[in-house]
């Protein structure tokens, strides 16, 4: 696991250091910090992988806000990730704005967890709702998940991989990238410009984002939120966390939707509604 954090350092935590040529992961290779040290470590370290790694390295910045997964590793130096990064560094406004698009399920009084987990069982509104999420404009293309940190480790690991999918977790304390998670971001607006910057602006169709509150919070107040898809569960559970209340005159809910079950679904003798309000707003996308 390769980890680039924000701050006037450097922080290298490589869970999957590269071996020699072939890439294999092998164990942590340290915390660097200026670049002088970071070229120190990996000139000095024969299981950190080859001059062209230890060329790139020299050029990174000492800044970057993206923390990339061990999965990526091949990607991120393969050159051409790598360079796009800098490039990224280099050039922040260049932005390719995407669709930031919430999902949920709540119920009667938006509800939508208790003690860490979903309290009902709907196992077709889950199909549904990883269809949406996963569907893309043509093959190639993927989507961003932006995952609270609650709700990645609560989510049952059985749905990895996902397809068409780059997980983002968003947390304040962790700092390597959780397994399965593509990145870890430390707040929303980081994931957003992630989605939009290079190197994956033209890899990322839209951004989704799965709670939890906070996360859905600020989802709402982004100026590039365009669509809420939340199913409601036309019934009563304890819960202890909440779909945030928002404007519904500012997201209007649509009567039909491309690709959303119209009226009112049944299962396991619960009855749902599959919703989608739309920002009528001139900025949406
Ligand atoms: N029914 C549904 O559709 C649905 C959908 C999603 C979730 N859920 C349920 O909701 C519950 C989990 O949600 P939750 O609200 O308790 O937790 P959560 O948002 O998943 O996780 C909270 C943690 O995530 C990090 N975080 C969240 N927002 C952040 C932000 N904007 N910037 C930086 N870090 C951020 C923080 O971690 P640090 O403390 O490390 O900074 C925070 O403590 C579970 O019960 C889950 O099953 C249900």
């Known amino acids: ?33 200026s670049r002088m040290h970071l070229n120190s470590i990996v000139s000095n370290s024969s299981s950190v992988g080859g001059d062209s790694w230890t060329q790139s390295l020299s050029k990174m910045p000492l800044h970057m806000n993206v923390v990339a997964a061990g999965a990526d590793l091949d990607t991120v130096f393969s050159g051409c990730l ?29 509800g939508i967890g208790k003690d860490g987990k979903v309290p009902w069982n709907l196992p077709c509104e889950f199909q549904y709702f990883m269809s949406t999420i996963t569907r893309v404009s043509r093959p190639g293309k993927m989507n961003m998940m932006v995952w609270g940190k609650q709700c990645w480790f609560s989510h049952p690991k059985t749905s990895f991989p996902m397809a068409n999918m780059m997980h983002v977790v ?7 990238v959780p397994d399965h998670a593509h990145f870890l971001c430390q707040d929303f607006e980081s994931a957003v410009r992630l989605a939009a910057q290079p190197p994956l602006a033209d890899l990322i169709d839209t951004v989704w ?21 939340l199913t409601h569960v036309m019934a009563d559970f304890d819960c202890d966390v909440f779909f945030p209340e928002f404007d519904r005159g500012l997201f209007k809910l649509q009567e039909r939707f491309p690709d959303v079950p119209s009226g009112i ?9 599959c919703q989608v309000f739309k920002r009528e707003m001139s900025d949406a996308v």
């Open 1 to 33: 696991m390769f980890a680039l954090r924000t701050s006037s350092h450097v922080t290298l935590l490589c869970d999957h250091a590269l071996r020699g040529g072939d890439r294999k992961a092998c164990g942590r290779v340290g915390s660097v910090k």
């Open 82 to 110: 790598f360079d796009r990064l800098l490039e990224m560094e280099m050039n922040q406004d260049n932005m390719q704005r995407k669709p930031v698009r919430l999902i949920a399920a709540a119920c009667n009084n938006l």
């Open 170 to 176: 968003l947390s304040t304390k962790l700092d390597t």
């Open 209 to 229: 984002v799965v709670g939890g509150t906070r996360v859905y919070k600020d989802a709402l107040k982004h100026p590039w939120c365009d669509l809420v898809y």
């Open 265 to 273: 679904q049944e299962e396991n003798g619960i009855k749902y509604k």
